[in-house]
C-alpha cells in the first residue's frame, strides 16, 4: 500500500514538475537525443563488427584430420589417467 501511495505522489510531483518547467525539459531532450543517437550507433556498430568477426572465425574452421588427431590423443591421456587413477586406489 505504501508502494502505490509513494508511486502516486510521484507521479503527480512529476506532471507538475513538467508543466512548471516545460521549456527547459525541451532543452535537455533536445540536448540529450543527439547524444543517445550518437551512443546507439556506436553500440550498433560494435554489435555489427563483433558479428562480423564471428562469421570470420567460422570460414577458418580447423582441418577434420587435427581433430582427428586431438581426438585420439585426448582418448589416449583419458586411458592414462584411468589407469593411474586405478593405482592409486590399490595402493
Known amino acids: 500500500m ?4 509513494g508511486g502516486a505522489v510521484a507521479a503527480v510531483l512529476g506532471l507538475i514538475g513538467l508543466s512548471v518547467w516545460w521549456k527547459p525539459f525541451l532543452q535537455l531532450l533536445a540536448g540529450a537525443i543527439p547524444i543517445m543517437l550518437l551512443l546507439g550507433g556506436c553500440l550498433a556498430l560494435y554489435l555489427g563488427f563483433d558479428e562480423l568477426k564471428d562469421t570470420w ?3 577458418d574452421t580447423p582441418a577434420p584430420e587435427k581433430e582427428e588427431e586431438d581426438v585420439e590423443k585426448y582418448k589416449s591421456e ?3 589417467l584411468k589407469q593411474e587413477i586405478e593405482s592409486l586406489k590399490k595402493a
Open 57 to 59: 572465425k567460422k570460414n
Open 2 to 5: 505504501k508502494t502505490l501511495i
Open 78 to 80: 583419458i586411458k592414462e
